[in-house]
């Protein structure tokens, strides 16, 4: 089970953090992404990191803004958010998946129930 929280209405240039907390899997066993879906958009990658901690992956359109990380010793990935805009409002998605750091939504098994990020102008 994956439960995302940290979302809320923020203004642009602010900041969130998001958390997602793992249970009932052996967390340091699996790469965790973060996605986002916007209203009438399919869902996308924003971010992903692997099990070991050792490989991230961004999209480009939060690079240099957002940060993946994760503390294997609390079974909980978390996303930094910087310099937010109002195009990154949306309801973001913790996922979990075995193996390498995926962008592909359908490669992951286990997902969170979602946290929604609203930015104002």
């Known amino acids: 089970q994956l439960q995302a929280s940290g979302g809320g209405l923020v203004q642009a240039g602010g900041s969130l953090r998001l958390s997602c907390a793992a249970s009932?899997?052996?967390?340091?066993?699996?790469?965790m992404g973060w996605f986002r879906q916007a209203p009438g958009k399919e869902r996308e990658f924003v971010a992903g990191?692997?099990?070991?901690?050792?490989?991230?992956d961004y999209a480009d359109s939060v690079k240099g803004r957002f940060t993946i990380s994760r503390d294997n010793a609390k079974n909980t990935v978390y996303l930094q958010m910087n310099s937010l805009k109002p195009e990154d409002t949306a309801v973001y998605y913790c996922?979990?998946?075995?193996?390498?750091?995926?962008?592909?939504?359908?490669?992951?098994?286990?997902w969170g129930q979602g946290t929604l990020v609203t930015v104002s102008s």
């Open positions: 009932g899997l052996t967390f340091s066993a699996y790469g």
């Open positions: 990191i692997s099990s070991t901690d050792r490989v991230t």
């Open positions: 996922a979990a998946r075995v193996g390498v750091v995926s962008t592909s939504p359908t490669s992951y098994a286990y």
